[in-house]
């Protein structure tokens, strides 16, 4: 089940930050560093972030997360995290699809380090394209895709 989580309840918050931190270790093994600015994010930044969080619940827990914004009919993915337990059961893939059919927006954005074909391949298959790639002072190199929607 898909739901709107309340970041700002400390509770909830702990149990977003659980999941990236559980996800994102995972990733920065993939991306081959061990500096990965996500896993620097506290609770706390998890708590007081104004953008919106929606799980994936499963057994009563929060399997994956999509953190997304929203401004003027352009939407951004700005995370995308499922917990390793629930890796390959297709969670992700629901998240983007349950965002993308239930959000009202003309253009979406996503970000993810560009060793990271498996994300990358994932929102291709939702339309998204490669639109920039370079290398913030992190030296992760990095690739923005985009999908234009005609609503």
Not at 23 to 45: C, H, V
Not at 82 to 91: A, E, L, N, S
Request: net charge negative.
């Amino acid at each position: 089940m898909i739901t709107k989580l309340e970041n700002s309840n400390g509770e909830v918050a702990n149990q977003i930050f659980t999941v990236f931190q559980r996800s994102y270790k995972i990733e920065a093994q993939l991306i081959g560093t061990l500096d990965f600015p996500p896993l620097l994010r506290s609770i706390k930044d998890i708590e007081n972030s104004e953008t919106q969080f929606y799980g994936f619940i499963e057994n009563e827990c929060i399997a994956a997360v999509i953190e997304i914004a929203i401004e003027n009919q352009h939407l951004e993915i700005n995370s995308l995290t499922v917990d390793p337990k629930y890796f390959r059961k297709g969670i992700a893939s629901r998240l983007i699809g349950h965002i993308l059919d239930s959000i009202d927006f003309s253009q979406a954005i996503v970000e993810t380090a560009a060793v990271n074909l498996p994300a990358i391949e994932l929102y291709k298959k939702y339309g998204f394209v490669e639109f920039k790639k370079w290398t913030p002072s992190h030296g992760i190199e990095k690739v923005a895709m985009l999908v234009d929607f005609t609503r």
